[in-house]
């Protein structure tokens, strides 16, 4: 079971970015229900991502691994190194800016997201690039 998480967990990474990347695109036409739906699809998905990626760390025997060599290892833990600290901001501050559209405060909510789209992104797309890195190439 736990040999299939990774790749499932890339897939869930990136169809976070492209839920992202379609509130966004939502937002700039005017449309808050569309980006209220797929900004909810992103939530939601980053949080199956996140169980799948506790379970398949409970089950494995391990940290992970990178056996690549050279300039590919530095790019490797340069993204690690980054991509890690930011996922673990994704998670709060996603939660106080969906409470702020909750309350209604869309000016703070905005001011949120702001910083955290491009952050969160970034977390979905090297997310990705960290299981090409680790699995594919």
Known sequence: MTVHLPTINASLNALAGIFLFLGWRAIRKGDQAGHKKFMICALITSMVFLVSY??????????TRYHGQ?????IYFFILG????????????????????????????TKITKWLLPVWMYVSVTGVIIYLMLYVF
């Open 54 to 63: 506790i379970t398949y760390h409970a089950l494995s025997s391990g940290p």
């Open 70 to 74: 050279g300039i590919l290892r530095w």
């Open 82 to 109: 980054t991509h890690t600290p930011l996922a673990a901001l994704v998670v709060p501050c996603s939660i106080a800016a969906v409470w702020q559209a909750i309350r209604g405060n869309l000016t703070l909510h």
